[in-house]
Each structure stands twice: as structure tokens, then as C-alpha cells.
């Protein structure tokens, strides 16, 4: 009965270490997902600034009229 009186707090300090081991890795991970973020409206807004998106504006604008009329 001692020997499992023991190994709960060892195995609370396991489970503790491990969750902060996790909760590392989530902080990391966010982190991560912020920078991906951040690069896609990145090379978004490079796309939408270029001269052919600009150019291209008015077709892709016409493209739900023009669906509707080919139904």
C-alpha cells in the first residue's frame, strides 16, 4: 500500500510534465499557424496587386451572371 501511495505522486508529476510538454507544443504550433497565415495574405495580396488579377477583374466578376445564364 505504500509502494502505490508513492507512485501517485510520481505519476501526477508525469502527468503534469507531460501536459506542460503539450502545452508547449500547442503555443508552438499556434505560433506556426500564425506565421502560415500571415504569408498566405502575403502572396494573396501579391496575386490581387498584379496587373493581370487587375485586368482579369471584370471576367471573373461576370463568371456568376454567366453561370446563371448557362443553367
Do not use: C, F
Not at 500571415?38 to 496575386?47: C, F, H, S
Amino acid at each position: 500500500m505504500v509502494a502505490a501511495a508513492n507512485q501517485q505522486p510520481d505519476e501526477l508529476a508525469a502527468l503534469r510534465e507531460q501536459r506542460e510538454a503539450l502545452h508547449r507544443e500547442l503555443v508552438r504550433k499556434t505560433y506556426r499557424i500564425g506565421e502560415l497565415e500571415q504569408q498566405v495574405d502575403e502572396v494573396a495580396r501579391t496575386y490581387e496587386e498584379s496587373l493581370s488579377w487587375r485586368l482579369t477583374r471584370p471576367v471573373r466578376g461576370l463568371k456568376p451572371t454567366l453561370k446563371k445564364l448557362l443553367r
